[in-house]
C-alpha cells in the first residue's frame, strides 16, 4: 500500500508541481482525477472478502475457483447447458483488515434437469454502474448428478463481495461451456441501501458519515428582566469520527451561529446570549452541523425548536406600530395601483411583458462565474456576459475580474473557497464557461503536459482556473451538490468537446442558444410545466441582443470568432513554453513567448470598469 502512495504522489509531483506548491491543501484533487482517468485497481471497493469456496460440497469433482480467463469452451447450442435460476442476495457488514464493510452474497442455482451433468462450471460478472469498476470469478467443476446427495438443487455461492452504500451492481451469471449461438446468461439488478438501512449502518463507510451519530440534544433557556437578555445553553453528544461541529440558532431575519472543537470530550456545551428584542419570534431553530471526515460539509444536520414563549417579554406597542404601518402601506398601495389603472399606458410594464402570466422571479440570484482567460478577445466575451446577466437579467454576478480587492486581500484559494461555501449554503449558482483552456488545464491537472496562457501571465491573480477546478469537482460529483453546478460553452468560438470529462454527467448549455433554459435554471425554475411553457422576452437567441448589452455582448462572440477563422492555430499562440533550471536551494521557471500576431483594439475590455 506505501508503494502504491508514493508512485502516485511521484506522478502528480510530475504532473503539475507549480499547483502542489500555491495549492498543497487540495492535494486530494490531483488523486481523484488520477483515480477517475487511470482507475487504480487497489482503490477499487469490489472485491471479495470470503475466500472459502463452495467446493466441499459433496458430489463435486475437480472444482476450484479462480479469476476469469479469456480462453473460453465453447460447444454447439444443442449440447451447451441451459442458464442457472437466481437465489436471494444477502446485503450485510463484514470485518475486513480496516474494519467493518458493507458487503452482498449472490446465490444462484443450477436447474435439475437432464443439462446439469453437462454443466463443466459457472462464470459470474458483476458491474458497479455508478463507478464502472468491474469483476469477474469463475468455478470449475464436473457434476456427477442432476442433484446433490440431499436430492436438492445445487447452489452456489459469491459470498463477501465488498460494496458501496447507495450504488447499484448489474450481475450476471452462465453455465459453462458456452453455446456457440445466442446464450443462457441470467441478470438481475442489485441495489445497495444507504447508510439509513440497519443492515448496513455500522459499516466504516457509514460511520464515517455519522450514520448512528444520536446528539441527544438538550436546551436549557434563561431569561434576565433587568437586562432583557436571553441566555440559551445547548449540549450534545460528540461523534467518533467528527472533530468539528458549528451550532447555530437562527429565526425570521436573525441567525448566530458558533464553532466548537470535540477535544476529546464526549459531551459539548454551548452557550449563546442575545437581547429579547434581536428576536423577532419567540420560537427559534436550534441546527447542529457535524464536519464528519467523509460528508465533510455536506452532513446531516440535527435540528430542533426552541419555545420560550412563556418567557417571552410582551411586546404589544410594537405590535400595534407595526400593525398600524401596514395599515398604511397597504393604503398607499392601493392608491397607487387605482393610479395606474387610470393611466392605460402604464397598465404594462416592461417586466409585465417580459414575464408571463403567473411568473415571477422572487429574489435576487446569484451567480459564481468559473472561466479560463484564453484570448483578450475571450475575455472580453465573459465580462460582456456577465454585465447582460446584471443588466438585463438582474443577476448579481461574482467574477474575479470584478473583486481584484478581496482578491488580493484574501487570496485567490480563500477567495474561491469563501465564495464557493456562501453559495452552496444558498440557493445561488456557479457557472463553469468551458472552452480551450478549460479542457486543456484539465487534462494537464491529470498528468498532461502543461498549460501556460499569455493572459494568465499578464493577469495579476494568476491561473484562477486550475484552483477552481481542484475545490469545484469533488463537491461537483457529490449528488447534494450537483443542483449547483451550471457548465455552459459559447457555441461559436468553442465547442462540446471542450467540457472536461467529469461535467458530461450534467446538462451543457450551449450559448447564446441554450440561454433562457439556463436563466430558468438560475431561478430554479421549471420552463416546461403541465398545461404551458414559461418565457421570457428577450433571452432567446433571437432576441438577446436587441438590448445594449445584449448587443455588446454578439458583438464580443462574433470578433473572437472571426479572428478564430482567420488565425486557425490561435490557442497554441497564446502557449508560453517553460522549463526548469534546478539548483541546490530553489528551481527558477523561465518563459519563452511565441510570437503573436494579434492587434486587436483593446478598447472593449474596459467593460470591468464600465461594469
Not at 436549557?220 to 469520527?241: D, P, Q, R, W
Not at 475575455?379 to 473583486?403: M, N, P, Q, R, Y
Not at 493577469?459 to 477552481?468: K, R, Y
Request: a negative charge; hydrophobic letters at 35%.
Amino acid at each position: 500500500m506505501e508503494f502504491i502512495i508514493v508512485l502516485v504522489y511521484s506522478i502528480v509531483l510530475k504532473a503539475f508541481p507549480h499547483v502542489l506548491w500555491r495549492y498543497t491543501r487540495l492535494i486530494h484533487v490531483p488523486l481523484f482525477c488520477f483515480h477517475l482517468t487511470a482507475g487504480l485497481p487497489v482503490l477499487s471497493s469490489l472485491r471479495i472478502l470470503d475466500k472459502r469456496s463452495d467446493c466441499n460440497q459433496q458430489g463435486l469433482n475437480h472444482c476450484k475457483i479462480n479469476n476469469c480467463s479469456d480462453q473460453r469452451v465453447i460447444e454447439p447450442r444443442e449440447r451447451a447447458p441451459v442458464g442457472p435460476e437466481w437465489d436471494a442476495e444477502h446485503v450485510g457488514v463484514w470485518m475486513d483488515e480496516h474494519g467493518p464493510v458493507s458487503v452482498v452474497n449472490v446465490t444462484w442455482k443450477i436447474k435439475g434437469d437432464g443439462s446439469a451433468t453437462t454443466v463443466l462450471g459457472s462464470e459470474i460478472h458483476i458491474l458497479d454502474e455508478s463507478t464502472n469498476q468491474s469483476m469477474c470469478v469463475q468455478f470449475s467443476y464436473n457434476l456427477s448428478q442432476p442433484h446433490n446427495p440431499d436430492y436438492m438443487r445445487w447452489t452456489f455461492s459469491l459470498d463477501g463481495v465488498v460494496v458501496e452504500p447507495d450504488h447499484i451492481y448489474r450481475v450476471s451469471v452462465f453455465n459453462l461451456p458456452e453455446p456457440d449461438i445466442g446464450d443462457y446468461k441470467i441478470n438481475k439488478t442489485i441495489t445497495i441501501p444507504g447508510c439509513v438501512d440497519g443492515r448496513i449502518q455500522e459499516a466504516r463507510m457509514c460511520l464515517e458519515n455519522g450514520s448512528l451519530w444520536d446528539p441527544n440534544v438538550t436546551t436549557a433557556v434563561s431569561l434576565n428582566k433587568e437586562l432583557g437578555k436571553f441566555s440559551i445553553v445547548v449540549s450534545f453528544k460528540t461523534a467518533h469520527y467528527s472533530e468539528r461541529y458549528q451550532v447555530s440558532i437562527q429565526s425570521s431575519g436573525f441567525r448566530c451561529s458558533k464553532d466548537v472543537s470535540k477535544e476529546n470530550r464526549t459531551l459539548l456545551n454551548v452557550s449563546f446570549e442575545f437581547g429579547w428584542w434581536q428576536l423577532p419570534q419567540c420560537k427559534t431553530l436550534l441546527m447542529i452541523q457535524p464536519f464528519f471526515v467523509r460528508c465533510k460539509n455536506n452532513c446531516g444536520r440535527p435540528e430542533k425548536i426552541i419555545d420560550f414563549c412563556q418567557d417571552y417579554p410582551p411586546r404589544t406597542l410594537i405590535i400595534k406600530a407595526m400593525v398600524g404601518l401596514l395599515v398604511i402601506g397597504g393604503c398607499v398601495a392601493y392608491l397607487l395601483w387605482r393610479a395606474t389603472q387610470k393611466d392605460p399606458v402604464n397598465t404594462s410594464s416592461a417586466a409585465a411583458k417580459q414575464q408571463p402570466e403567473g411568473f415571477k422571479v422572487q429574489d435576487r440570484k446569484r451567480v459564481l462565474v468559473i472561466y479560463s482567460l484564453d484570448h483578450p478577445l475571450y475575455k472580453s466575451i465573459v465580462l460582456k456576459l456577465c454585465a447582460f446577466l446584471a443588466s438585463k437579467c438582474g443577476t448579481e454576478v461574482v467574477l474575479d475580474l470584478l473583486d481584484s480587492r478581496r482578491l488580493g486581500v484574501l487570496g485567490s484559494i480563500q477567495w474561491l473557497d469563501w465564495h464557493r461555501e456562501q453559495i452552496e449554503s444558498s440557493s445561488d449558482k456557479i457557472l463553469i464557461l468551458c472552452s480551450r483552456g478549460v479542457q486543456a488545464k484539465w487534462r494537464a491537472m491529470c498528468g498532461d503536459k502543461q498549460v501556460f496562457l499569455r493572459e494568465d501571465a499578464c493577469s495579476p491573480a494568476g491561473d484562477m482556473l486550475s484552483p477552481a477546478l481542484s475545490l469545484i469537482v469533488p463537491h461537483f460529483v457529490r449528488s447534494a451538490s450537483f443542483g449547483k453546478y451550471m457548465v455552459a460553452y459559447f457555441d461559436n468560438v468553442c465547442c462540446e468537446d471542450d467540457v472536461p470529462s467529469p461535467f458530461h454527467i450534467t446538462v451543457r448549455y450551449k450559448l447564446m442558444e441554450q440561454f433562457e433554459e439556463l436563466f430558468f435554471r438560475i431561478l430554479d425554475i421549471e420552463k416546461h410545466e403541465p398545461g404551458r411553457v414559461n418565457h421570457i422576452e428577450g433571452l432567446s437567441e433571437d432576441e438577446y441582443y436587441r438590448c445594449p448589452s445584449g448587443r455588446a455582448l454578439r458583438d464580443a462572440i462574433e470578433a473572437f470568432h472571426a479572428y478564430q477563422l482567420d488565425r486557425p492555430q490561435w490557442f497554441e499562440n497564446e502557449l508560453l513554453r517553460t522549463y526548469s533550471v534546478p539548483d541546490s536551494t530553489q528551481v527558477t521557471s523561465h518563459v519563452e513567448t511565441q510570437d503573436s500576431d494579434f492587434t486587436g483594439d483593446k478598447t472593449g475590455l474596459n467593460v470591468a470598469e464600465e461594469f
